[in-house]
């Protein structure tokens, strides 16, 4: 990296040599070397899309894209991906001491602890034989495009803490999540929709809050912020033009400001100018690119029995196709979350409705990406931020981080496995554990970055997604 | 660690004799070790020989001024004057790749130049400071420089100093119209009037930039403009942050903050008063708001989580923001190791976490404010106070009138009670338990009491002996007491739920069996929670009795379906559940009894069973509990004190309204301090850590002498003495960077060794010195660095100076930056003269788009916006949630106050824009501000466009522009006059009422003008 600092500097200095940002072809090169970045200052204005600063690339990417289904609330192992029959033989039966004591837990503190069969059959799946419960036959269907890896473990046993983690790889606010380093990494390839979008649905369980932080570029520049696209009215805040102004208004007032600007511009050394006129120009893009990319009625019917969704009405299947629809147009980090994931009680209930939202719409999502051709180069991610404990809590389980699954597919993950296992209560993640910051490692390294070198300088320390840890899980790599 | 420390703290006092005396007039290329050399090192060496003794390899340390120059087995780590012959360059420059520092997997390469970097300075003698932040403070000299006629004051000697010395020149002083707009935004946060500008530019008098200062340091708006800063370092928010992010009460903190610069409280003072204000040996109202600063961090009410996990976050929290606001260190790395690059140990980390240890609160759960009452309502409260404590005296005394009443009511009493049949007998449990874990006892009156834990839903079992032949209900008495919430009946908030109940007769050698009960009846039901309830099999139905409003004693029968036969060996069970939604409503004192009687009613001139058997006992035979309660339950029903009982009541109501308008604030209470443990790796469930005493980080304090524990307020204390050189430096260097854009050590979090050196140590040293010695007064320090020639440099300078000091290192020019997310909208409500002025109360609601906060719950809420007035205060009092921060500010980059923040990463974005070309209150200030032009600006076009830029931007269009503007006027004209529903439309904008007088048209063109003046660049940004 200090080599490339020189480098840099030549180029910052004929960069600030120019009086105007667009005549230089040099510049985006410059700013993406910008020595400032490395010392974690405020990326130079520059009028082009960011480039990102991974340049070159540390490895042959497999991915351009992910789209994280995020599972909020705690989806349990045990009911989707990770079959116990000896937890079941001891259905009703006291905890065994020798995998509790000493352990966290979170509703379930100062009660007694007793093992709670799983509540689904499960059955093997395509080709690979997967074992996927019965309540999501649809992504049974899939099995052999998806790696499913049994042995996740995290650090935080409550929600908000253990989002942060899983975002961020850190329980500390104030750090970016990832779809934010990807975008400071790589840039976008989009240049009227932003690089990093994430969508929200709900409903199956208590719906657990899900904070802004969770998508926030942390010390990170707020560019490289997830926006948050409402599924419902308007998709983006002050997305619409104000009543009585029209397309053709709005057109005049942003061509008047950006004339007055470049006059401004050439007065005045400050490349901040032309930037904002370059995000005039991408606000009124935007104006007309989200409207479109919301608008479903284009979708030809079978696409839409796919999803099983009529139209953008902030279900999952919907926001699942609309994620497809990202992905074409160039959106680099997609996060689909379900809220309804929390539950700690009536959990069979509550997941035969949450599967029956999530069910069809993740699987079409692979199938769709699939036979486009854009599987081969889209990572895609499910799972939340903790799994549920073996134990009942009445009805259902309790929060728990010592073992719990999620799975991934596309983009140089292999197809058709297993990863991993739990002890045989699905306790603990025993055999090849994976931590949230391996899943991460992974997932850059699958972009072309080597995780221990995408960083950032805040407060004197080089901060990274993977905090201090972080492994590569070759294993799981095509 | 500690010898590490003293040899920091003396070889340091050494050094800085010679540093500062020196440093200006040093050549240019001799190596210093503080600007070059340690960055290296720290940057490449210290992760593995620095100051962390858990991964320091090979027993060597670069960080101390001993580990350099030690001798490591016959080799010199640094041997002065003999590059080839020190390890350290030896290690750096070796062509062998196993030998080579650092090690290539570290990902780390020193370039050839910092090599020879290490190598000159060797060779120059490898001359060690001590880390230029933890020097102690003196004042340097003043430098000599060429051009002795510029500058008004020593800050523009050092800066000339180095200008010169650069071969530069400083930039010409500013225009006036530049510096009022720029003073006026630096030191209130909003623009300039029109007309102060025209008046500052007319005004002859050579010390009318002076006065100028000198009328915004008065107004109350520069207390605004500090706070505004202040307010995203202390982690100030309306929420708490974790999880459901629910609203609490702590903006009498943000008012004490604004005051506090308008009053040019000393620094000091605003330190200890902020740490430890509740513990100052004079503490006021006023003082302990301040402490409210203790209690500003996240904190989570989220089912299962943690207290213990939790109070040890919010302790780390709090040593990170003392770390962060006072001492400009990242202590938060010293949390589960010692810091890597910084002389702070774990020790450390958790003997300041120690400070606060006294502070009291609960690890999970809602948090409850003290009041914060003006001085006319404490009066009001004494008032009343009195009053009631009069009228509770008056109900406690027997007046001789009462005494002979009451003799006369106890002999009608049992003359009535001769003739009656005692109905219920209390009756007194064989057993009684809790499923949630309560404790139930028994007490001396008969009474069943609950301590210990009350669970969120609880179900008691209560075995009764039943030997009556004949049994045929059962009652129920739910009982107040004085140390339930509210005087209530239960443990939560007061009231209770009872869910269900069974009961079950029990004969020994068979299972029990359900004993149907035919109905339930009660003495009163809450509205909507009828008694019948518990008999309904639904758990989340119940039987309530308000008792969080109106705690009385209350009771309930349950009339079996066939009478029971009793015997002496037969038991009924009892069930009582509380499993409603309302958590914690659990049954806190009650009583059990039984009859046989046929027709078994509630009579609710019945008498308690205590003061039943006191009665029934001879008056010589009672002991003296029973003659209490007897003396109390008459003085509580007789009619003569039915006046006084009616004050009290009414007094008491007056009392909680009162309390209920009086704001509160989450106010530091201390109390018996936690115990404090080294968390080993920042493990909470590891207790195997050494406890700790409060106490400085070791390296910048000698140990206090003595056992007696240090508190809160000698942190403060020490934070603010001249033992402590950090807190000085750090505020002038973000008072600098507030009204230069860039510190003088650009780095304004970290002055620790991977902070930046600043660029005028003797500068920033100056400042650190006059501001402490001058009773640490704020204002003198903002006059001194505002009417400085060089804040009053033009931000345009010579492409020469562009190029070579393109960040502005060297201020020989000013510097041009965007206002911030509030100043932003600030400034456009002032433009329109929507703006409303008033300073500190609640926080208010503006516009904010719908939905905006579906993702937040527990409990679900919408943003109601305010009405009126509240919808144009200052950004500053916009309603912070922390996490959905209303999106106009986020899109400007405010900080969300999750953790404290130095400074805010600046972005431009098309989000930006969309902010101000579309959020309403924009476009309704630009709708205003167009009727403005309107009724104000003239008649004529230009004339309307030339009022409305400088309304804007305080100067005259150029031509060009007003090309654009009047072209932009005219298209926009026409197409309203095409579309007059569209101009009605864009007219209806905002909640400020419509004007109905003026020409739709003309309006709405104007309007579109205004907008395109809102959205330009020059609006937003000081320069």
Do not use: I, M, S, V
């Given at each position: 990296m200090n080599s490339l600092e020189l480098l840099q500097h030549e180029l910052n200095r004929r960069a600030f040599l120019g009086r105007t940002a667009r005549g230089l072809g040099g510049l985006a090169l410059a700013s993406l070397l910008d020595p400032r970045l490395l010392r974690g200052e405020t990326p130079p204005a520059t009028d082009g899309p960011w480039p990102g600063v991974a340049r070159p690339l540390h490895f042959p990417p497999r991915a351009k894209r992910a789209i994280w289904l995020y599972m909020a609330g705690g989806p349990s192992h045990l009911e989707t991906f990770d079959p116990k029959p000896r937890l079941a033989e001891l259905h009703g039966q006291p905890m065994p001491k020798s995998f509790t004591e000493g352990q966290q837990v979170a509703q379930l503190q100062g009660q007694e602890l007793k093992c709670f069969a799983p509540q689904f059959a499960f059955q093997r799946c395509g080709q690979s034989g997967q074992q996927i419960s019965t309540q999501f036959p649809q992504l049974g269907r899939i099995a052999d495009d998806i790696c499913i890896v049994r042995s996740m473990h995290t650090d935080q046993i409550n929600h908000d803490t253990a989002h942060t983690v899983m975002n961020t790889g850190s329980s500390i606010a104030g750090r970016p999540s990832m779809g934010s380093w990807l975008l400071y990494g790589l840039g976008s390839e989009s240049e009227d929709l932003p690089g990093f979008v994430v969508l929200i649905s709900s409903g199956g369980g208590q719906d657990q809050p899900v904070a802004q932080r969770q998508w926030h570029s942390g010390f990170l520049p707020s560019r490289f912020q997830g926006v948050h696209f409402r599924s419902t009215g308007e998709a983006v805040s002050y997305l619409a033009n104000p009543p009585g102004v029209g397309d053709s208004g709005q057109r005049r007032v942003i061509d008047a400001v950006n004339r007055l600007n470049a006059l401004q511009r050439d007065r005045i050394h400050d490349p901040e100018i032309a930037t904002r006129i370059s995000q005039y120009e991408m606000a009124f893009r935007m104006q007309t690119s989200v409207p479109e990319l919301m608008d479903l009625s284009q979708e030809p019917d079978h696409i839409l029995d796919l999803y099983g969704?009529?139209?953008?009405?902030?279900s999952f299947a919907a926001n699942c196709l609309l994620a497809r629809r990202m992905a074409e147009r160039g959106v680099r980090f997609i996060q689909l979350y379900h809220r309804g994931w929390d539950h700690h009680g009536g959990i069979k209930k509550g997941i035969e409705i949450v599967s029956s939202h999530v069910d069809r719409g993740c699987a079409a999502l692979l199938t769709d990406l699939k036979q486009r051709g854009m599987l081969e180069d889209t990572l895609v991610i499910w799972g939340g931020e903790f799994g549920r404990t073996p134990m009942a809590q009445g009805d259902g389980r309790d929060h728990h981080i010592k073992g719990f699954s999620m799975w991934l597919a596309g983009a140089g993950i292999k197809p058709g496995m297993t990863y991993g296992a739990t002890d045989e209560l699905g306790y603990n993640a025993v055999e090849n554990p994976v931590h949230v910051n391996d899943l991460h490692a992974t997932a850059l390294r699958l972009f072309g970055i080597d995780h221990l070198r995408l960083t950032y300088r805040f407060q004197g320390r080089d901060f990274r997604l993977t905090d201090i840890a972080g492994r590569v899980v070759g294993d799981i790599l095509a | 660690m500690k010898n590490c420390g003293k040899s920091i703290l003396s070889a340091a006092a050494a050094a800085a004799c010679g540093l500062l005396a020196t440093a200006w007039s040093e050549a240019a290329d001799r190596v210093r070790f503080n600007r070059d050399i340690r960055p290296i090192l720290s940057d490449?060496?210290?992760?593995?020989?620095?100051?962390?003794?858990?991964?320091?390899?090979?027993?060597?340390?670069?960080?101390?001024r001993e580990g350099l120059f030690a001798d490591l087995s016959g080799d010199a780590v640094v041997a002065p004057g003999r590059p080839a012959a020190s390890l350290v360059f030896q290690r750096v420059s070796t062509e062998d790749a196993d030998d080579l520092m650092p090690p290539p997997k570290s990902g780390k390469i020193l370039t050839p130049a910092q090599r020879e970097t290490i190598r000159t300075w060797i060779e120059q003698g490898a001359k060690w400071e001590g880390h230029w932040a933890y020097l102690p403070l003196e004042r340097p000299a003043l430098p000599p420089v060429t051009n002795a006629d510029w500058g008004h004051n020593p800050i523009d000697r050092f800066i000339l100093a180095k200008i010169e010395q650069e071969g530069f020149a400083p930039a010409a002083e500013a225009d006036r119209r530049t510096l009022i707009r720029r003073l006026s935004f630096d030191l209130a946060g909003l623009p300039p009037s029109p007309d102060e500008t025209e008046a500052f530019v007319a005004d002859p008098d050579p010390a009318a930039y002076e006065r100028l200062v000198d009328r915004l340091l008065a107004s109350p708006h520069f207390g605004e403009r500090l706070a505004l800063y202040w307010l995203d370092l202390v982690r100030y928010a309306d929420t708490d942050g974790f999880h459901a992010d629910n609203y609490r009460s702590v903006w009498p903190y943000r008012d004490y903050v604004i005051r506090a610069f308008n009053e040019n409280k000393p620094f000091d003072q605003f330190t200890v008063e902020q740490l430890a204000g509740d513990l100052l040996p004079d503490a006021t109202v006023e003082t302990r708001v301040a402490s409210t600063y203790n209690r500003l961090g996240r904190s989570t009410e989220e089912g299962g989580a943690q207290p213990k996990e939790y109070l040890l976050k919010y302790a780390a929290d709090r040593v990170r923001s003392v770390g962060s606001v006072w001492l400009g260190s990242t202590t938060g790395c010293a949390e589960c190791h010692d810091h890597k690059f910084d002389p702070y140990t774990m020790k450390d980390f958790y003997r300041l976490a120690a400070f606060f240890a006294d502070v009291q609160e609960q690890g999970v759960g809602k948090r409850e404010g003290s009041p914060v009452p003006t001085a006319a309502q404490s009066a009001e409260l004494a008032r009343l106070d009195d009053q009631l404590s009069r009228d509770e005296q008056a109900l406690k005394t027997f007046t001789p009138g009462l005494r002979v009443a009451f003799a006369e009511w106890e002999q009608a009493t049992l003359e009535r009670l001769a003739d009656e049949q005692p109905a219920w007998l209390p009756t007194e449990p064989a057993s009684l338990t809790s499923s949630g874990g309560a404790n139930l006892e028994r007490q001396a009156d008969g009474t069943i009491l609950s301590s210990g834990a009350n669970p969120p839903r609880d179900s008691y079992t209560v075995v009764l002996p039943a030997r009556l032949p004949h049994l045929t209900a059962l009652r129920l008495e739910v009982l107040t007491h004085p140390e339930f919430p509210n005087h209530?009946?239960?443990?939560?908030?007061g009231n209770i739920v009872l869910s269900e109940v069974t009961i079950a007769l029990h004969r020994s050698g068979s299972d029990p069996v359900p004993v149907p009960i035919a109905r339930a009846i009660a003495d009163f039901s809450q509205n909507g929670w009828p008694i019948e309830n518990v008999l309904d099999?639904?758990?989340e139905t119940g039987w309530a009795v308000a008792g969080h409003e109106k705690p009385a004693d209350h009771q309930a029968a349950f009339i079996f379906e066939r009478p029971v036969a009793g015997d002496p060996d037969a038991e009924l069970v009892l069930t009582l559940r509380h499993e409603s939604a309302h958590e914690r409503h659990n049954i806190g004192r009650f009583r059990v009894s039984l009859t046989g009687v046929e027709a078994p009613t509630l009579d609710p001139d019945a008498l308690p069973a205590d003061i039943l058997a006191a009665l029934q006992t001879a008056s010589d035979a009672r002991p003296p509990e029973q003659n209490a309660a007897l003396e109390s339950h008459f003085l509580a029903i007789t009619p003569q004190l039915d006046e006084v009982r009616a004050r009290l009541a009414a007094t008491r109501q007056a009392r909680k309204e009162l309390e209920a308008r009086i704001p509160t604030t989450l106010m530091t209470v201390a109390g018996e301090p936690r115990i404090t443990r080294v968390l080993p790796r920042g493990n909470w469930m590891d207790e195997s850590g050494e406890i700790v005493q409060p106490a400085p980080p070791e390296f910048l304090a000698e140990a206090p002498p003595g056992d007696r524990r240090q508190t809160r307020l000698e942190l403060g204390r020490w934070l603010v003495s001249d033992d402590n050189p950090l807190t000085p430096r750090v505020f002038v260097n973000r008072l600098w960077r507030l009204f230069h854009g860039v510190g003088l050590s650009k780095n304004v979090t970290d002055f620790g060794a991977q902070g930046e050196w600043p660029r005028h140590p003797e500068l920033l040293d100056w400042l650190a010195v006059e501001f402490r010695d001058s009773g640490w007064d704020v204002k003198h320090l903002v006059r001194l660095l505002v009417t400085s020639a060089t804040y009053r440099q033009s931000s345009e300078a010579a492409a020469e100076v562009v190029r070579r000091d393109p960040y502005n290192r060297l201020h020989a020019r000013q510097s041009r930056f965007r206002l911030g997310a509030e100043m932003i909208r600030d400034n456009a409500l002032a433009v329109s003269g929507l703006l409303i002025e008033d300073i500190g109360g609640p926080s208010v609601k503006p516009y904010q788009p719908a939905g905006y906060w579906d993702q937040l719950n527990f409990p679900k809420r919408t943003w109601e916006a305010d009405q009126g007035q509240a919808l144009y205060r200052r950004g500053l009092y916009v309603f912070w949630c922390r996490t959905f921060l209303h999106p106009s500010l986020l899109s400007f980059?405010?900080?969300?106050?999750?953790e404290g923040s130095a400074e805010r990463t600046p972005s431009n974005t098309p989000l930006q824009a969309l902010t101000l070309l579309n959020d309403p209150i924009f476009v309704e200030a630009a709708r205003v501000f167009a009727e403005r032009i309107l009724r104000e600006g003239g008649d004529q076009p230009e004339a309307r466009l030339a009022w409305a830029v400088r309304q804007t931007l305080g100067r005259a269009p150029h031509p060009a522009e007003t090309g654009i503007l009047i072209d932009l006027y005219q298209s926009e004209r026409e197409r309203y006059a095409a579309d007059p529903e569209a101009a009605k439309a864009l007219s209806s904008v905002g909640r400020a009422p419509a004007s109905e007088d003026l020409p739709p048209v003309e309006l709405a063109a104007w309007t579109e003008v205004a907008r395109t003046l809102i959205n330009l660049d020059e609006t937003i940004v000081r320069n």
């Open positions: 969704t009529r139209g953008a009405d902030g | 490449n060496c210290f992760a593995c020989h620095g100051p962390d003794a858990a991964t320091r390899k090979a027993r060597l340390r670069l960080d101390t209530g009946l239960g443990r939560g908030n099999g639904k758990p980059d405010a900080c969300t106050r999750e």
